[in-house]
């Protein structure tokens, strides 16, 4: 399956799912990672977003709905899928879109993020999503070519403050300036609400992680309120 820009219309006010495990944890494994996928087909997610090579290999094989891969390299600065290499490797690994770091910051390899996005149009059939920190990552994402745009890294450039809960005025924001690309809602988005009111605000699909996939987390929201 190859997913056009005309495609993506399937995903309007739907929800993608988001499963990661970090390093070191019980669930980081490509085989458990696609098994969480399919549960959350199942339960009604649209698209699926998943992070490493093998893992996105796993899900691909697991899931038949859209697979949104990136692959983090680093912890710092400009790290999620940050080069045109690893873009291409998550494209190969059968990603239908590749996530990469969409802000305006200087990228690993030298290549601009126009350049970047360019390459991956030209060497795969991978669409591009921009994970940006601010409303400028997302006019100048658009403007170099991106197929999506997320809030993903909100909070976490420099250039906004982190929410409690998902950036809805950046959601806003983005929404009015009318870029013309679908405005998906990602970070810190943690109950139905939530996710409600994301799309509320204009997201065109909302991405939920940590609150349906990560174990350790929502153990340690209930452990919290008990014992606050």
């Not at 190859?2 to 006010?13: D, F």
């Not at 495990?21 to 990672?33: F, K, Q, S």
Request: with cysteine; charged share 20%.
């Amino acid at each position: 399956m190859i997913l056009t820009p005309e495609g993506l219309e399937a995903l309007r006010s739907q929800l993608i799912v988001s499963c990661q495990a970090y390093p070191g944890e019980p669930m980081r494994d490509p085989r458990t990672t696609a098994q969480v996928a399919a549960s959350a087909v199942i339960g009604g997610a649209a698209a699926i977003r998943v992070q490493g090579l093998a893992d996105i290999q796993f899900t691909r094989a697991a899931v038949e709905v859209p697979v949104i891969g990136l692959w983090k390299d680093g912890h710092d600065g400009v790290f999620i899928t940050p080069t045109l290499r690893h873009a291409l490797a998550v494209a190969n690994a059968g990603a239908h879109v590749v996530a990469i770091d969409g802000t305006r910051r200087p990228r690993p390899d030298g290549l601009s993020f126009a350049e970047t996005v360019a390459g991956i149009h030209a060497e795969s059939h991978a669409l591009v999503m921009a994970d940006c920190g601010s409303f400028d990552d997302a006019l100048a994402a658009v403007d170099a070519g991106a197929d999506l745009v997320g809030t993903t890294l909100s909070g976490y450039t420099g250039e906004r403050h982190k929410t409690d809960g998902p950036d809805l005025e950046l959601l806003e924001q983005i929404a009015a300036g009318g870029l013309g690309k679908p405005l998906i809602a990602e970070g810190r988005i943690h109950t139905p609400a939530q996710a409600r009111q994301a799309l509320d605000a204009g997201a065109f699909a909302v991405v939920v992680g940590t609150a349906i996939t990560h174990p350790a987390s929502i153990t340690g929201w209930f452990k919290g309120a008990m014992h606050a």
